[in-house]
């Protein structure tokens, strides 16, 4: 009696693999997306590595970073409107197509007697904008693959792929460049580009739901942000979601926290940066709880505002041990609530704004980081590292509690689905939930 209820205990803590076996173009596209992955983590490695050794400047590193980081987030912006007007599989095969493309081309350009420091540039925008366009476009089509109660399940497996390729991908470019130079890691990305394309290519017509007129491309996108401000569940999520990743700045004060609170050096500090990721894969692992809760919206809130009082517990930590298990646990914690955030927009957005919707929610991950990694690093000019971290997480966690306490249509979500529901197509997700914030 006892072995069946552990395992029945077991099936319902691990991270549900049943996407991969119920949806062949599911399938497909897991198996793309980590293939890719692997493949632009390389490049994080390979070209802040060639333009220091072109230049010998740190300014070039940081202005090619947010040039393809600007590209990045209008690509979102564009590809949003895009996904919910043309056939998506069309537009993620060609933006594969242009960014493999631009692989190759910056393996030809680092394999030239005197590389081009321009063309890193150009060709690095030229990456990221198109990136943006087949990442916009692969997160609309996942809710029409799955069923709706295995968003979470799907958005556990995506998140998976992220976080073990984050991981492991930029030590596998740095081998690689330490051993056939930085031309071969291009080469590598740009045959695993092709890859993909091969793997997407068996992917049927997915074309957005075409139902009411079409706006221009500023209306379009006004239409999807008014939509999330309007549906009370998305827009709840979207708040405490930005907070969340506002949080995620916290890795710029490491290094000040490790010399000063902690009084370790460089192999402390490395470890402090592996926590958190270390953290998310644990709990991605353990995630099987995330499809069959019954109230989302409640764990999402509750599993953030934790994570922002354990940022808080972090700034009067003052040992390694104890830092390290804060950072894990606030790693594990962010996830599962970015695994719930996730399922939760999926659900509660119609299919012909899916992809305005993720594209916007992509949009404030990027833009909560930076600003959440600017606003700790001026804090920490003005008070030391640690009262820095306290400050923010309190500050983080009573706006949390604020959100949890205030936000009653996120409170009363109900389960994502049931066991028999086909795709989550959602005719029209305005009236999803009852209430309003």
């Known amino acids: 009696m006892t072995e069946p209820r552990k395992g029945s205990f077991l099936r319902r803590i691990m991270i549900d693999a049943s996407p991969l076996r119920s949806s062949p173009a599911f399938r497909r596209i897991f198996l793309a997306r980590t293939i890719s992955i692997f493949g632009l983590g390389m490049l994080a490695v390979a070209v802040p590595l060639q333009i220091f050794e072109l230049t010998g400047s740190t300014l070039q590193v940081g202005a090619a970073a947010t040039v393809e980081g600007l ?127 091969t793997l997407l ?43 969340e990743t506002m949080a995620s700045g916290i890795r710029v004060m490491l290094p000040a926290l490790a010399a000063t609170a902690l009084g370790v050096g460089a192999q402390g500090t490395g470890l402090l940066y592996a926590a958190v990721p270390c953290g998310a894969v644990l709990s991605t692992l353990l995630s099987g709880w995330t499809a069959n809760t019954r109230r989302p919206g409640w764990h999402m809130a509750l599993l953030s505002t934790a994570s922002f009082m354990v940022l808080a517990g972090l700034g009067v ?83 949390g509690l604020a959100g949890l306490a205030g936000f009653g249509s996120l409170r009363r979500t109900g389960p994502l689905g049931m066991p028999d529901d086909g795709p989550s197509q959602v005719p029209d997700a305005a009236p999803a939930v009852a209430g309003s914030p």
């Open 71 to 197: 590209c990045a987030f209008a690509g979102l912006l564009v590809g949003g409107d895009l996904a919910d007007r043309f056939d998506r599989r069309r537009i993620i095969l060609v933006s594969r197509m242009i960014g493999g493309t631009g692989f190759a081309l910056l393996a030809v350009n680092a394999w030239l007697p005197e590389p081009s420091v321009a063309a890193i540039y150009v060709v690095g925008g030229v990456d990221g904008f198109f990136g943006a366009l087949s990442v916009t476009a692969l997160m609309a089509v996942t809710p029409t693959l799955v069923p709706r109660n295995k968003l979470a399940a799907a958005g556990a497996l995506n998140m998976l792929t992220v976080r073990l390729g984050t991981m492991a991908s930029p030590a596998l470019g740095g081998v690689i460049i330490a051993f056939a130079g930085v031309g071969w890691n291009y080469a590598c990305a740009a045959a695993a580009t092709l890859l993909t394309i």
């Open 201 to 243: 290519t068996g992917l049927p017509p997915l074309k957005p739901d075409a139902a009411g007129p079409r706006s221009h491309p500023v209306r379009a996108a006004v239409e999807g942000a008014v939509f999330v401000y309007r549906q009370p569940v998305i827009r709840a999520v979207v708040l405490l979601g930005t907070l």
């Open 317 to 399: 930590s003052r040992s390694l041990g104890t830092a390290l298990l804060l950072l894990t646990l606030f790693g594990a914690l962010a996830s599962m609530s970015g695994i719930l955030q996730y399922a939760l927009v999926q659900a509660h957005t119609p299919d012909r704004m899916l992809g305005r919707v993720n594209a916007l929610w992509m949009a404030q991950e990027v833009g909560g980081d930076s600003v959440g990694a600017l606003g700790l690093g001026s804090l920490g000019r003005v008070v030391p590292a640690a009262a820095a971290v306290t400050i923010f997480g309190s500050v983080a966690a009573i706006l």
